[in-house]
């Protein structure tokens, strides 16, 4: 079975429909899906409508615990506008009540098999889905996997691409489909293969030309979601 790894979309669906091509490319059976479909930018209703389709299993990311947080006191949405940009309120603005009610009720952790496998799927990890676990994390936060069973724990929320060999198990970051930190325009993503546990990390270019046209309009070229797309830009 052909798996693909993604986190992090947030909303930008450019990135997307470029990882969806390379996934049929790749006769992808199933995707998993480490939450944060939203925020930061702003595509969020054709980012779900494109889910839709998708044989996947996902988890809740920290932009949709955001969006549990809005809708419970509206007065945040413009302290998370300031710092995230306006990805939340035109999620508020395009998802029906059905869709946002589906964004805040996903799990905040997941365990599935497959093929054998026991994959623990989590947004920053198992314990705290707001921590980060860099690619130069130290022994003693890793050792926190070690209370937890699981073959694999899949985990997102750095947006940086990175894996963890330990005794039992495996970690893997896939980085971010939407938001690369370490090169705009481009999509992180990792293709896992159950047949013989191989994985690759897989990096599709895709042209953000108009998600910058978008971000200086809509949040202007001082933001944070303009400068980051235009971090080693090579588009």
Same mark, same amino acid.
């Given at each position: 079975? *052909?798996?693909?790894?993604?986190?992090?979309?947030?909303?930008?669906?450019? $990135?997307?429909?470029?990882?969806?091509?390379?996934?049929?490319?790749?006769?992808?059976?199933?995707?998993?899906?480490?939450?944060?479909?939203?925020?930061?930018?702003?595509?969020?209703?054709?980012?779900?409508?494109?889910?839709?389709?998708?044989?996947?299993?996902?988890?809740?990311? +920290?932009?949709?615990?955001?969006?549990?947080?809005?809708?419970?006191?509206?007065?945040?949405?413009?302290?998370?506008?300031?710092?995230?940009? /306006?990805?939340?309120?035109?999620?508020?603005?395009?998802?029906?009540?059905?869709?946002?009610?589906?964004?805040?009720?996903?799990?905040?952790?997941?365990?599935?098999?497959?093929?054998?496998?026991?994959?623990?799927?989590?947004?920053?990890?198992?314990?705290?889905?707001? $921590?980060?676990?860099?690619?130069?994390?130290?022994?003693?936060?890793?050792?926190?996997?070690?209370?937890?069973?699981?073959?694999?724990?899949?985990?997102?929320?750095?947006?940086?691409?990175?894996?963890?060999?330990?005794?039992?198990?495996?970690?893997? +970051?896939?980085?971010?489909?939407?938001?690369?930190?370490?090169?705009?325009?481009?999509?992180?993503?990792?293709?896992?293969?159950?047949?013989?546990?191989?994985? *690759?990390?897989?990096?599709?270019?895709?042209?953000?030309?108009?998600?910058?046209?978008?971000?200086?309009?809509?949040?202007?070229?001082? /933001?944070?979601?303009?400068?980051?797309?235009?971090? +080693?830009?090579?588009?």
């Amino acid at each position: 079975m *052909r798996v693909a790894i993604l986190a992090d979309i947030h909303a930008n669906i450019f $990135a997307l429909e470029r990882v969806e091509e390379e996934m049929q490319k790749q006769r992808v059976d199933i995707v998993l899906l480490l939450g944060d479909l939203i925020g930061y930018f702003y595509y969020p209703k054709k980012v779900l409508d494109l889910l839709d389709g998708w044989n996947c299993y996902t988890i809740r990311g +920290n932009h949709e615990g955001m969006l549990k947080e809005i809708t419970a006191n509206s007065q945040i949405l413009s302290l998370i506008k300031d710092k995230y940009g /306006s990805g939340h309120k035109i999620a508020l603005e395009e998802l029906s009540l059905k869709e946002q009610k589906y964004l805040i009720e996903l799990p905040e952790t997941r365990t599935i098999e497959l093929e054998g496998l026991s994959i623990l799927m989590a947004h920053g990890t198992p314990w705290d889905k707001n $921590a980060y676990i860099y690619p130069d994390c130290k022994q003693d936060v890793l050792n926190g996997f070690a209370n937890y069973q699981a073959d694999i724990f899949l985990i997102g929320h750095t947006h940086y691409p990175c894996c963890y060999h330990l005794e039992n198990s495996l970690v893997i +970051n896939p980085g971010s489909v939407g938001q690369s930190r370490e090169r705009a325009g481009r999509a992180d993503w990792v293709l896992f293969d159950t047949s013989n546990r191989s994985f *690759r990390f897989m990096k599709t270019d895709y042209d953000n030309s108009q998600l910058l046209t978008d971000a200086r309009e809509i949040d202007s070229v001082d /933001s944070y979601n303009y400068r980051i797309l235009l971090r +080693n830009n090579s588009v």
